[in-house]
């Protein structure tokens, strides 16, 4: 079975300052991987995934992760943040057989500060 | 396009009772899944139906079942509550896992069920 660890539970960073989420994951077969994003009292929201290709994945409000397969990670950056990127992020893996039955870790909380 | 709807947002039970939690799929989507998120954790796979039938489970017990109806809404429901039944559940609706929608989900807000 595979599973997955984010390093972090909570990450403070100031306002514009970079970050960066770490997640490993475990698996004995080829998966595929996603960062989602939960704003407080709201449902998740896919930020990015790794299906094929290029290890630098781009998604949405300016977020990056890439797929370092011999270190089984998919870590989550950001160069500039903002208040707004306040939330919780979850990363989350599947097997490729497994249609989309997702597999999540538990969690980082990113607080930003001004 | 109408998003993912779930009902009720909030509700309380006792031990021992039922509930049920209702889910609208996302307009052209036709697989839903259903997860539970306790306080301070990931969200935990409970099951997927597709076609109106379960396709893949999760480690609950048969007291968590499931309903798809024609139309892709989605029930969970939950028999025999227990105090650690307490969280919040989350519907997504997806088109089944294929090409480049594979694993993209489409969250609900969630019913938050807390277990007294």
């Known amino acids: 079975a595979q599973s997955v660890t984010q390093l972090d539970s909570q990450v403070p960073v100031f306002e514009e300052a970079p970050v960066e989420l770490r997640c490993n994951y475990s698996?004995?077969?080829?998966?595929?991987l996603f960062w989602y994003v939960q704003y407080p009292n709201q449902g998740l929201q896919l930020l990015l995934k790794y299906l094929s290709g290029s290890t630098l994945v781009k998604g949405i409000n300016g977020f990056e992760a890439e797929f370092n397969k011999s270190q089984t990670s998919f870590h989550l950056r950001k160069p500039s943040v903002h208040i707004s990127d306040t939330a919780e992020y979850f990363c989350a893996v599947t097997l490729k057989a497994a249609g989309n039955k997702l597999t999540f870790g538990g969690g980082t909380r990113v607080l930003v500060k001004p | 396009e109408t998003g993912v709807t779930q009902s009720p947002t909030h509700l309380i039970k006792t031990r021992g009772q039922q509930v049920t939690l209702r889910c609208s799929s996302q307009?052209?989507?036709?697989?839903v899944s259903w997860y539970q998120q306790a306080l301070g954790q990931g969200p935990q796979f409970i099951f997927q139906y597709y076609r109106e039938e379960e396709n893949g489970r999760g480690n609950f017990p048969p007291r968590f079942s499931g309903l798809q109806f024609p139309n892709y809404s989605s029930e969970l429901n939950v028999n025999a509550l227990e105090l650690d039944d307490s969280a919040l559940y989350l519907c997504a609706s997806s088109t089944y896992g294929q090409g480049t929608s594979r694993g993209e989900l489409f969250f609900g807000e969630g019913s938050r069920l807390t277990v007294l």
């Open positions: 307009s052209g989507h036709n697989t």
């Open positions: 698996s004995s077969v080829s998966v595929y």
